[in-house]
């Protein structure tokens, strides 16, 4: 069973920036879509960003886009969400998603990582 | 967006209980909705996907129904470790937004 895991969060002041990294623990990374979600203290969660299995399409949440970039190195098994220009509101637990799907079905997100939290505060 | 909303927020029941949770969609979603669980301080689990599958893993107490609008998550015999909140996510379309989740508490 894949395992996926996060880091690079921690509290950043208002208009800085982080990157968060997903490590995966095996190589079949590089066969799945990949998911950044998010979520805020005591609040639901949020789609973020995603990525196709080689890379080459993209997408985020309107609330990030021209801030936020999701990119991935299959060769090191990871996941990246470069987070620029971070506002209070970004304030979450980020996490990482495998994405499978099925025509017919959708898609679904299985495993998640254990979460980074980020905070932006000055 | 498509608006996800569960009912109820909050929920209390006893162990061996049937519990019922809904979730509607704005629009149509046809299938494309999957359910997960949520204990406090942890990722979200995948227990149905696709509307009515189980997920390889979760127990078979846990089952879902509905298509269209109009979605629904049953736990049959409630056990003590189903404690946690419950959300539903349409992947029918971008944004794949969730619903507010609904906190079962376990008397």
């Known amino acids: 069973q894949v395992q996926l895991v996060e880091s690079g969060g921690g509290v950043v002041q208002p208009g800085r920036s982080l990157r968060l990294s997903c490590v995966a623990s095996e190589s079949t990374f590089r066969n799945y879509a990949m998911f950044w979600f998010r979520q805020a203290p005591g609040k639901g969660l949020e789609w973020v960003a995603q990525i196709a299995h080689d890379g080459n399409s993209e997408n985020r949440a309107d609330s990030v886009k021209g801030r936020f970039t999701i990119s991935r190195d299959n060769s090191k098994n990871t996941l990246y969400l470069q987070m620029n220009s971070l506002r209070p509101e970004d304030t979450a637990v980020y996490y990482c998603?495998?994405?499978?799907?099925?025509?017919?079905?959708?898609?679904?997100?299985?495993?998640w990582g254990q979460g980074t939290p980020v905070t932006v505060s000055s | 967006d498509i608006q996800m909303t569960q009912s109820p927020s909050s929920l209390s029941a006893s162990v061996g209980d049937r519990v019922t949770i809904t979730c509607r969609a704005s629009q149509s979603i046809t299938n494309f909705l999957n359910w997960y669980q949520q204990k406090p301080g942890e990722a979200p689990n995948l227990l149905i996907y696709g509307a009515y599958n189980l997920q390889s893993g979760a127990p078979s107490r846990f089952s879902g129904s509905g298509s269209g609008t109009d979605f629904t998550l049953t736990i049959n015999s409630l056990q003590p470790e189903d404690s946690a909140t419950y959300s539903c996510?349409?992947?029918?379309?971008?944004?794949?937004?969730f619903g507010q989740g609904t906190k079962l508490e376990i008397k």
């Open positions: 996510q349409q992947s029918y379309t971008t944004p794949y937004t």
């Open positions: 998603a495998r994405c499978f799907y099925m025509a017919g079905v959708g898609r679904w997100f299985d495993p």
